[in-house]
């Protein structure tokens, strides 16, 4: 390109200025990384749902139970494949900061119907066998240093006092990109066993899977009809509008993410936009002698943004590398908080196109300004 | 052969026919050109002289397509400048004219160099091409052992050659020189009119200027004045300083 030259010997102009506004623009970009790893998190339940799965959940809410033997009636109704059941344990492993979902599943069906959860053939068939057996997701061994054959007490405050122990039969893993490794799974005939009589026989929820995702709105409808008018009537709906459900329980967090993000948007085009008409400013009377040699208008507007989007790319670079490093450290702080921070490639990729694009917006003005100005006006102030 | 009395001559290589110019100033009407015309020749020399506020600059910004006037036309070699559009009048400007500021007006974060090859940049020339004519370009202005230095590295007339060069590297049709030496000690001004002397009489360069210097004046084949918007001609204008002091 034959006016690179003159692009990068411009943004060398100032070099205190360029530093600081990259410097700037790249502190913003961790930021806006930040809250869109967050955002992401947020919504993952979504992003990863499999578009064949429904959630059967009691009409008055998640922490109403239903009856077990909804399973059989569920499972009878045509384009159901699989059914299982979870329900939610809520114990607190040593200390209450140590948070993580424990789930009491249903041992015969929940492989079928959660196939991207991976657990060794030898690991799970013990897992069958053992009552008092438990599986955890990988990152969650991990951050307590858990193996296989580990004897874990958890407290629990829903299912009378005290402690239950469980061993450690298996480790899953996730081949979904973003799939949750961080869940403690026990087995839903042991939790039967000692659970209060009130909650015996009992589900939390059911997750189907189905035979073709078609099949969704004729199931869920037959489902719901099914249990119309009985004790415990039904709400089902596919897996991800449970999750975009559930992720609302935290109250509106993509708006406040939005807000925060509209604010770093709107103060990095100020910035950005305030250096590059400085620099336009400074040096009127030299795009002044470059239309009056013969660069056309469009060329001088170039120029500008180019010199905008070169600082905005390159601070954007920057912070997204800066993010690269922060974010997984911050993830860790907030295990248990939140959702695994992960900044995908997708997410980097839309870090370099905000960047650029806020480049451009924040050199539209005083490029156009440049475009515009009078080339005999702009030289007599020389 | 330079004419200001507006009579036809096809073989002009400038020719300006009634050229007004009229600026609206805090409400107020000036006119700064009225009615002027003049014919250049191909090879001409020709200095513009008058007070401050006289229409020099103006006059040079219309000929040379920054300006347009509010009456009358430019033909430039054959080219009606007057009514060419914008983007066309940039091209045109590329092609036929070079410009040398008093100021220099050069690019400081470029080498002398990077100065000189800013007008082709606009061109199709390939970057050996371009180094060619650069290289040229300061060979003629005796800056060829000063390229890579930056215009804070130089001396104003070296700065000034610089634009020179900078002006002539794509082989204008003219030269439109504002006050070339208005910013220079006596020595370096004898050397950029050495200069354009040897431009217009080597390379048969044409070339306009505008100077309040009537020793620098006197260097151009010939001298107009402008007087309240009109042009006079250096000879015609001291027979009329002669006939009013006579009387």
């Given at each position: 390109?034959k006016?690179?030259?003159?692009?990068?010997?411009?943004?060398?102009?100032?070099k205190a200025?360029l530093?600081?506004?990259?410097?700037?623009?790249?502190?913003?970009?961790?930021?806006?990384?930040?809250?869109?790893?967050?955002?992401?998190?947020?919504?993952?339940?979504?992003?990863?749902?499999g578009?064949?799965?429904?959630?059967?959940?009691?009409?008055?809410?998640?922490?109403?139970?239903?009856?077990i033997?909804?399973?059989?009636?569920?499972?009878?109704?045509?384009?159901?494949?699989?059914?299982?059941?979870?329900?939610?344990?809520?114990?607190?492993?040593?200390?209450?900061?140590n948070?993580?979902?424990?789930f009491?599943?249903?041992?015969?069906?929940?492989?079928q119907?959660?196939?991207?959860?991976i657990?060794?053939?030898?690991?799970?068939?013990?897992?069958?066998?053992?009552r008092?057996?438990a599986i955890?997701?990988?990152?969650?061994?991990?951050?307590?240093?858990?193996?296989?054959?580990?004897?874990?007490?958890?407290k629990?405050?829903?299912?009378?006092?005290?402690?239950w122990?469980?061993?450690?039969?298996?480790?899953?893993?996730?081949?979904?990109?973003?799939?949750d490794?961080?869940?403690?799974?026990?087995?839903?005939?042991?939790?039967?066993?000692?659970?209060?009589?009130v909650?015996?026989?009992?589900?939390?929820?059911?997750?189907?899977?189905?035979?073709s995702p078609?099949?969704?709105v004729?199931?869920?409808k037959?489902?719901?009809?099914?249990?119309?008018?009985?004790?415990?009537?039904?709400?089902?709906?596919?897996?991800?509008?449970?999750?975009?459900?559930f992720?609302?329980?935290?109250g509106?967090?993509?708006?406040?993410?939005?807000?925060?993000?509209?604010?770093?948007f709107?103060?990095?085009?100020?910035?950005?936009?305030?250096?590059?008409a400085?620099?336009?400013?400074?040096?009127i009377?030299?795009?002044?002698?470059?239309k009056?040699?013969?660069?056309?208008?469009?060329?001088?507007?170039?120029?500008?943004?180019?010199?905008?989007?070169?600082?905005?790319?390159?601070g954007?670079?920057?912070?997204?590398?800066?993010?690269?490093?922060?974010?997984?450290?911050?993830?860790?702080?907030?295990?248990?908080?939140?959702?695994?921070?992960?900044?995908?490639?997708?997410?980097?990729?839309?870090?370099?196109?905000f960047?650029?694009?806020?480049?451009?917006?924040?050199?539209?003005?005083p490029?156009?300004?440049?475009?515009?100005?009078?080339?005999?006006?702009?030289?007599?102030?020389? | 052969?330079?004419?200001?009395?507006?009579?036809?001559?096809?073989?002009?290589?400038?020719?300006?026919?009634?050229?007004?110019?009229?600026?609206?100033?805090?409400?107020?009407?000036?006119?700064?050109?009225?009615?002027?015309?003049l014919?250049?020749?191909?090879?001409?020399?020709?200095?513009?002289?008058?007070?401050?506020?006289?229409?020099?600059?103006?006059?040079?910004?219309?000929?040379?397509?920054?300006d347009?006037?509010?009456?009358?036309?430019v033909?430039?070699?054959?080219d009606?400048?007057?009514?060419?559009?914008?983007?066309?009048?940039?091209?045109?400007?590329?092609?036929?004219?070079?410009?040398i500021?008093?100021?220099?007006?050069?690019?400081?974060?470029?080498?002398a160099?990077?100065?000189?090859?800013?007008?082709?940049l606009?061109?199709?020339?390939?970057?050996?091409?371009?180094?060619?004519?650069?290289?040229?370009?300061?060979?003629?202005?005796?800056?060829?052992?000063?390229?890579?230095?930056?215009?804070?590295?130089l001396?104003?007339?070296?700065e000034?050659?610089?634009?020179?060069?900078?002006?002539?590297?794509?082989d204008?049709t003219?030269?439109?020189?504002?006050?070339?030496?208005?910013?220079?000690?006596?020595?370096?001004?004898?050397?950029?009119?050495?200069?354009?002397?040897?431009?217009?009489?080597?390379?048969?360069?044409t070339?306009?200027?505008?100077?309040?210097?009537?020793?620098?004046?006197?260097?151009?084949?010939?001298?107009?004045?402008?007087?309240?918007?009109?042009?006079?001609?250096?000879?015609?204008?001291?027979?009329?300083?002669?006939?009013?002091?006579?009387?």
């Amino acid at each position: 390109m034959k006016f690179r030259r003159l692009i990068f010997a411009n943004l060398f102009r100032k070099k205190a200025r360029l530093v600081l506004t990259i410097g700037s623009f790249a502190i913003a970009l961790v930021l806006f990384t930040f809250l869109a790893v967050v955002k992401s998190a947020f919504n993952r339940g979504i992003e990863v749902a499999g578009a064949d799965r429904l959630i059967v959940v009691d009409r008055v809410g998640l922490m109403q139970l239903m009856p077990i033997s909804y399973a059989d009636k569920i499972r009878a109704i045509p384009g159901v494949k699989y059914v299982t059941h979870d329900h939610w344990f809520g114990g607190v492993y040593q200390d209450e900061k140590n948070f993580f979902p424990q789930f009491v599943i249903d041992v015969d069906n929940h492989r079928q119907v959660y196939p991207e959860f991976i657990v060794p053939d030898e690991q799970w068939n013990n897992f069958a066998k053992d009552r008092q057996g438990a599986i955890a997701g990988k990152r969650l061994a991990e951050r307590f240093h858990w193996k296989v054959g580990d004897r874990i007490p958890i407290k629990t405050t829903l299912y009378g006092a005290g402690a239950w122990e469980f061993n450690l039969d298996g480790i899953y893993h996730t081949d979904k990109e973003g799939g949750d490794e961080s869940q403690f799974w026990l087995q839903w005939k042991y939790f039967d066993e000692r659970a209060p009589s009130v909650i015996k026989s009992t589900a939390g929820w059911y997750i189907l899977k189905l035979e073709s995702p078609d099949d969704a709105v004729r199931v869920a409808k037959s489902i719901d009809e099914k249990f119309a008018n009985s004790s415990d009537e039904t709400k089902t709906e596919t897996e991800s509008a449970f999750a975009a459900g559930f992720a609302k329980q935290f109250g509106n967090i993509e708006f406040l993410i939005l807000t925060i993000g509209g604010v770093v948007f709107f103060t990095l085009l100020l910035v950005t936009g305030n250096t590059m008409a400085i620099s336009v400013r400074e040096r009127i009377s030299e795009l002044a002698v470059l239309k009056a040699i013969g660069f056309t208008d469009r060329s001088v507007l170039f120029l500008v943004l180019a010199e905008s989007v070169v600082i905005s790319f390159i601070g954007g670079v920057l912070g997204l590398l800066l993010a690269l490093v922060l974010i997984p450290g911050i993830s860790a702080a907030l295990t248990g908080l939140l959702p695994p921070l992960l900044l995908s490639k997708p997410l980097l990729a839309l870090g370099v196109g905000f960047a650029i694009f806020v480049g451009a917006a924040s050199g539209l003005l005083p490029g156009l300004g440049a475009m515009r100005m009078r080339v005999v006006k702009a030289l007599r102030r020389v | 052969m330079i004419r200001v009395d507006g009579r036809s001559d096809s073989q002009s290589l400038i020719r300006a026919r009634g050229l007004n110019k009229t600026y609206t100033r805090a409400g107020e009407k000036i006119q700064v050109l009225q009615g002027l015309n003049l014919d250049v020749d191909k090879g001409d020399f020709v200095a513009f002289m008058g007070p401050s506020g006289s229409g020099k600059t103006t006059l040079l910004n219309l000929l040379g397509g920054l300006d347009v006037p509010s009456a009358g036309s430019v033909i430039v070699d054959g080219d009606e400048i007057t009514h060419m559009s914008g983007s066309k009048l940039t091209n045109w400007r590329a092609r036929h004219v070079g410009f040398i500021f008093q100021m220099y007006n050069l690019i400081p974060v470029l080498t002398a160099y990077q100065n000189v090859e800013l007008p082709l940049l606009l061109t199709k020339l390939s970057s050996s091409e371009r180094r060619k004519h650069v290289e040229t370009a300061l060979g003629v202005v005796g800056l060829a052992d000063r390229m890579n230095h930056y215009p804070r590295q130089l001396s104003g007339g070296q700065e000034q050659r610089v634009t020179i060069a900078r002006a002539i590297v794509s082989d204008p049709t003219f030269l439109l020189c504002d006050e070339p030496t208005g910013d220079l000690d006596r020595k370096s001004a004898d050397e950029i009119m050495l200069l354009i002397e040897e431009l217009v009489g080597k390379y048969g360069k044409t070339v306009l200027m505008v100077t309040h210097d009537p020793l620098i004046a006197a260097r151009a084949h010939t001298t107009l004045h402008l007087d309240k918007g009109v042009l006079v001609e250096g000879s015609k204008l001291q027979q009329g300083v002669l006939a009013g002091g006579a009387r």
